[in-house]
């Protein structure tokens, strides 16, 4: 049966990372895998930056003015 140990740590100098848990017996034969984290850039993009880039969405206040005016005309020629 293969059982599964999850753990994070934290590559030491020369690329050295140290696994310790009771949960491993002595002399047993294990498979390593290691998963690198990359960097998130997740909390360098401004909000801001959000703006238009979305289907459907406007990207300048230009844009915008020109949807509402011809919005606007519809409507009144239904008046």
Known sequence: M???LRQKAIV???GVVEICSPEL???ATVEIIVLIESPTD???KSL???IG???GSFATPEEVDKFISQER???ESYS
């Open 25 to 27: 017996p002595t002399g």
């Open 73 to 75: 005309d519809a409507w």
């Open 53 to 55: 880039s979305a289907k």
């Open 12 to 14: 030491k100098p020369g």
């Open 2 to 4: 293969l059982n599964g």
């Open 48 to 50: 801001t930056s959000f």
């Open 42 to 44: 997740k909390s360098k």
